[in-house]
């Protein structure tokens, strides 16, 4: 749905990024969505967005934001490191006025949740040196999202959609699906990017469960997962005998010669509750 509060038509987002003359920066892991039906398509991946309150991360020219602004969002809150990208942004908040908030920090260095009430949700085309260690952030504290919808390169939303027992699941994985319900939304090829990256890109859509870990809870997963995973080819009663090795798997009912990618989420929740009482 196409506000009625624009007064005027934007112009073309390759005319903004000229008459700005804003290029990706390698250093800040930019690539650019300028395909306004691939960026609705992703804002689609949210929906309902009718009075919800989303965050984006790295709007760089702002594509996406605003597929976001056309959709029936409450508002829109946009977070930019670069300065290059400002006057950019700010134009297009006064082409909506009231629902485009930017707001000119490091997105690693603000508490995203705090910035909007709820309903609220995250939609971004993250920068991809940066993507992984957000998304565990925003996993510390996902009860307070009703979805996350995010771009990584490939390999990384095969890491956090992964099952047991295959080539992606590790660490990554057991985080994303103890809090939240996750699947691959969408698929993207280089070429859908300025300038394209270098491998493919898709999008990880996740649902946070009702139900979240304490962040004590949630501390010990974090430390078994490491341990686990950071020594993926040894047997667990060796991996993990940081953290009690064969007497917390035994406590747990896991085998010690099984290896990590073999357990499921379920019993990485139960090791992750026992190793919560040992602190």
Request: proline content about 8%.
């Amino acid at each position: 749905m196409t506000s009625s509060s624009t007064p005027t038509m934007l112009p073309p987002l390759g005319e903004t990024l000229k008459t700005h003359g804003l290029l990706a920066k390698k250093s800040l892991g930019q690539h650019f969505l300028l395909d306004p039906s691939v960026c609705h398509r992703i804002a689609g991946l949210g929906a309902p967005l009718k009075g919800r309150h989303v965050v984006e991360i790295g709007p760089g020219p702002g594509g996406l934001t605003r597929a976001l602004l056309e959709s029936d969002a409450a508002t829109v809150t946009a977070v930019e490191i670069d300065e290059r990208a400002w006057p950019i942004l700010d134009e297009l908040a006064a082409h909506y006025p009231g629902r485009l908030n930017i707001v000119k920090q490091d997105a690693l260095a603000v508490n995203a949740a705090a910035l909007v009430p709820a309903p609220r949700q995250i939609i971004a085309n993250l920068p991809y040196n940066v993507g992984t260690p957000m998304l565990i952030n925003w996993l510390r504290q996902a009860g307070e999202w009703e979805r996350l919808v995010l771009m990584f390169q490939a390999e990384v939303a095969e890491r956090i959609c992964a099952a047991p027992g295959t080539s992606h699941y590790g660490r990554l994985a057991v985080l994303s699906q103890w809090c939240a319900d996750c699947h691959i939304g969408m698929e993207l090829p280089p070429g859908a990017f300025t300038p394209p990256p270098k491998v493919n890109s898709a999008v990880a859509v996740l649902v946070p469960h009702v139900q979240q870990p304490s962040p004590q809870l949630f501390k010990a997963m974090e430390r078994v997962t490491a341990a686990a995973f950071g020594q993926r080819r040894k047997m667990l009663r060796s991996s993990l005998k940081s953290l009690g090795g064969i007497t917390l798997l035994e406590e747990a009912g896991i085998e010690g010669n099984r290896r990590a990618e073999t357990l499921t989420v379920a019993e990485f929740a139960r090791l992750a509750a026992l190793e919560a009482t040992k602190r």
